[in-house]
C-alpha cells in the first residue's frame, strides 16, 4: 500500500554484470570508487538485500554509502536508505549489500553471547550499531568486551554477539579447536586500513567497514570475506590469554546487574517525582542513571520524561525522518504485549493526525523493529478501569482524531497485536547445538499437541543424524530478551502453545526466542571460582572456612577451599553449583565482618594444558584512581586489546586476585598501570605470595599513571600516559623489551625506647609499631629526611583533604610548587638537619655539612624525572649510579631553594656517599617518606639494608625489533585476487555499455 506522502519503495531488477575476461558463471561484480566489494554474496543477501526494506530519499546533507564508504553525489534521490534500520547504500552497491537488517540481525547469530554495559557515557564520532545514527551529544552505553555501542533507546533490540572470552572444553585437544574472526561493524580508527585491499577503510562519517574484536585486522564490508576465516589472535598473539584454556562459567559481568538494582529502584522511585518537576521547570531532558541495573533504569528513563526523549530522538518511531512538528503529528504509545504494559515499557510513534490505521501499524513495526508484512498485524486500544486491563481491537474506520478524543487529549495508547488466522499450527526453527558446525537452523512445523520429544526427533530426522537416539538429546530453549536465557525444556512439553503464550505477552519477546539441539554428554566439572578478601589476617584455613560458612546459607555453601592468604586475610572458595556461586555473591557481597565490607569477586581458572608451549601471556593491573580519569580509559581499551580476564583492577581486591589465577604458570610478564606507589603495591604482594607461586619474579612493564612516574622514567617507560597515546603499539613494545634487574633495600624504623623485631615473612607496610607508625618498608626508588619529605607531607595532607581536586598531573606540579614557595624564607624544623642526625654508611661515620634534608637514592631520577646525583666524572671518587648495582646514593640537600636548581638541572645534589648498608639516628622528631609515601617520624633509628628480593623489570629498547608479518594471508590465488582489487572503478554508463 502506497501511503501518500512518504517515498516510494523499490525493488530494482538485478542486472549482472559481467566484466571482461571473467566466467559467466561466477557471482555478479562490482566496483565503485577503487573499492573492493563481496563476489561471494549468497542467493539469497542478493534477491532479498539482507532484508532491507529500501526507498528512494534526497539527502541535504552529505551522506556516505554505508557499504563503500563513498560519498552520495546527486541534486535529488541520492541513494537508497532502509525505512527500519537507516541503512543507506548507492544503488549501484545494492546487490553486494552484506550486512543484515537490524530486523533481522539477531536470527543470524548461532551462538549468542550478552554484551557486559557500561554506564551512560558521552561519546562523539560514534554510532549506534542498531539504527546507525551517530552519538552527537547524546547519552550513550558501550559494551566493555568489545565495540559495540548503543542509545538507551535501542537497548531493546541489541544482537547479542559479544566475545566469549572464555571457551574452555575438556574433551577437545589444543590443536583441534580453530578460532574465526569475531567481525564488528564500524566505529573504527580513521587511519584504518583495510587489511584485503590495502586501501583505507576508516571511517568517521557512517557505520561501515569491519573490525575482528582479537586480532583487529580492519576490511572493508566487501573485502572481509575474501579473509581466511581462521583468526591467529594478530600482532599480540604472544601475550594474550587464549579463550581455550580459560573457564568462568560465572562472570562478575553476570551478577553486576542484580547487586544493586533494588537500592536503584528504591531511588530512583524516591526521586521520580521531585526529579520530573524539576525537569519540567528547567526544560532540560532526563539526565541519564548509573546503569547497575540498565534494563530497569532503561524503563525507568520512558516513565519519566517520554516527551524529551522523543525530542532527543531515542524513541523516534521513525530514526532516519524527522518527526513532524508537534501542530502537525501525534504522538502515540504503543506496547508488544502484556509484559510491556505491566512495565509501561513502551514504544513511542508520531505520526500525522489524519493517520490512517494501516499507517500507524507500519509505524508500529519500525518501531519494533519487525520486518513483515502489516497486513498480519492489528491495533487494539488499551483501557485500564478499576485495574482491569480492557483491549478493542480497531477497525479500518476508526482514525487518530477519535484515539485522542477517548484519551483526553493525552497519547492514546495501543496494543500491537498479531494476526492469528490459525492458532493450531505454526514453524519453529531449531539451531544445531554444536558450536563448530556450520548448518543453518532447520525449520520444523508443529501443532499444540507435539511435545519436545517428537521435535527431537524430527530435528534429528532434519539435521540428518539418522542414527542418533532421541533420549540422547534435549531441546533448549533460549531468549535473547535483555541478556541471554537458557532453559532445557521437559520432555512432555509442548512448545507451541508456549509461544502463543509468549506472543500475547510480547512479541518481541516471541521473536527472539530460539530452540538448540544439543547432546546430553557428561557436565564438565567447571568450578565457579570466587576470591573473598578483608577478612582477619593471620587465622588458619579451618578458621576462615567457619568465618564463611556462619555468613552462608544451605543453599549457597561453596565446595572447597582452594588457597588460603592469611598475611592479607583472603581466600579463595569453588563452588560446583553455579546457582549456589551466584547466591553467595549477593550475600558476601553486602556482608560486614568486624566492622570491614568484604571484598568478592569471580575470578577465572587457567588449565595449563590447554595453554600453548611458550607461550608468555601478560598480566594486566590497573589502578583505575591514578592520572585521574586515565586508569579507567586504559583499563577498558586494554580490555578490548587483550582477553578482559587477564585484566584486574587494582580497586577490587588489590593485586592478590590477579597473583593468584596466574600462580600456576611457568612464564608470564605483568603490566603495572599506575603510578611508583603502585609499582611498589604490586611487588610487595608478589613478594608475599612467592612462595606459593610456580614463577616468583615475573618480569614487570610500567604504563606511567602517576604524578612522578620515576621508575617509568628510568626504565624509559615515559614520564605520563597521555591520552590519546597508542596502547596497541605499546603493547607490542612490552614484547620486545629487554629484561633488567632492580634492587629492592629493606627500611627499618626503630623508635626511641623501643625494640621492633623485623617480620621476615612479610616485606610489606603493614606492620606497625606501638603507635602505629609504619616501622618497615621496601624501597625501591628513594627515600628522604628532612625538606624534600616536609614538602611532601604537606601535599599529602593537602590530598587527603580535599581528594576531588588532584586529578591531573599538572595541577599535582603546581601544588608542589605552592608549598616549596610557602617555605622560602620561613623558618623550618630541618633548619641544620646535620646537628639532628648521625649517618654510617658502611659502619663508618659520615660527616655532614650543613643541610636540611637527605636524599638516599636507588634509581637515577626523582622529582619528576630530575638527577640529584648526576652523571658521574672519570675523576670522581664515585661510581655511576645504577638500579642494579646493589648500591645506594647518598645525597645532600641544602635547603628549597636547592631543591628548584635540581629540578631545574642547575644544579645536582652534594655527593655525601654510596654505600650499601646504612644506619641513621635521629635526635627529634622529623618528617620522612619512602617512594613518595610520607609522615611523621618518631625519634629513633633508621636501618637501610639491602634485600634479598630482587625485582625483575622489564625496559623498553631504544630500538624495535623487527618481527614477522602477523596479517592475514589470503587463500587461494591471491595474485589474481589482488589483481582483481586493484581494478579501478567503472562509472555507471561504461556499466551500461557492458
Known sequence: MNVSGNPRRVRPEKQPVILPGSDCKETMESLSFGRRVDITADTESADTYHHHTFVKKSFHRPTFCHHCTEMLWGITKQGLTCEVCNFVSHERCLYNIVTPCSSVASDRIKEPVPHTWSDPVQARKKFCNVCRRKFDDGVLLRCEVCEYYAHLGCLDFVVSDCRKCSNYEESKEMGEKKFVHHWREGNLPPSGKCAFCKCKCGTTECLSSMKCSWCWTMAHCGCYKQLPQSCNYGALAEILMPRSCLSMPVTNASVKADLASKDLKANMMENSAETRAKDDETGKECQPVPMTDYNYAHGLLRQESDVSMIEAGLFCACPDK????????????????????????????????????????????????????????????????????????????????????????????????????????????????????????RPISINSHISVEEVIEMALHKFRIDDGDPNDYSLMEVVLDKGVQERVMERYECPWPQLLKARRNSLKQMKQTRYYLRKNEQPTMELARMYVGSLPINLSEFKYKQIIQKMLDEDSMFASIDMVYAQYGSACVSFSDHEAAVKAYKILKDTTYEDKLLTVLFIPEIHLDKLPEDHCPLLVFVNTRSGGCQGIDVQDALRKMLNPHQVFDLDQGGPLPGLHVFSQLKEYKALICGGDGTVGWV??????????????????????????????????????????????????????????????????????????EIDNKSNSSNSSSGDDMPNLFVMNNYFGIGIDADLCLGFHNAREEKPEKFNNRVYNKIVYLRQGMQKLGRKTNCRELNKEILIDVDNKRLKLPTLEGILILNISSWGSGADPWGSSDTQDEFQRASHDDGMLEIIGLTGVMHLGQIQGSLRNGIRLAQASHIRISMKTDMPVQVDGEPWMQLSGEVVVSRSALQATMLKKRKHRIARRNTEPAISGDSAAQRDQAKLVAVNSEEIAQI
Request: aromatic share 8%.
Open 322 to 441: 524527522p518527526c513532524p512538528d508537534k501542530a502537525d503529528g501525534q504522538i502515540v504509545k504503543i506496547y508488544d504485549g502484556y509484559i510491556a504494559l505491566s512495565k509501561r515499557n513502551f514504544k513511542t510513534i508520531q505520526v500525522q493526525k489524519d493517520a490512517t490505521i494501516q499507517q500507524m501499524i507500519e509505524a508500529a513495526l519500525r518501531a519494533y523493529l519487525i520486518k513483515d508484512e502489516a497486513s498480519n498485524y492489528y491495533l487494539s486500544s488499551v483501557s485500564d478501569t478499576d485495574g482491569e486491563i480492557t483491549e478493542k481491537r480497531l477497525s479500518e474506520l476508526d482514525n487518530l482524531t477519535s484515539l485522542t478524543k477517548v484519551s483526553m487529549g493525552k497519547a492514546p495508547s495501543l496494543f500491537l497485536r498479531y494476526e492469528d488466522k490459525d492458532t493450531r499450527r505454526g514453524t519453529i526453527k531449531v539451531f544445531s547445538g554444536d558450536p563448530d558446525t556450520t548448518s543453518v537452523p
Open 683 to 756: 611487588l610487595s604482594c608478589l613478594d608475599d605470595i612467592g612462595q606459593e607461586s610456580v614463577c616468583s619474579s615475573p618480569p614487570i612493564a610500567v604504563l606511567p599513571l602517576g604524578t612522578g612516574n620515576d621508575l617509568s622514567r628510568v626504565l624509559k617507560w615515559g614520564g605520563g600516559y597521555q591520552q590519546g597515546d597508542d596502547l596497541y603499539q605499546m603493547l607490542q613494545t612490552v614484547m620486545e623489551a629487554e629484561e633488567v634487574k632492580l634492587d629492592r633495600w629493606t627500611v627499618v624504623f626503630e623508635p626511641e625506647g623501643k625494640h621492633t
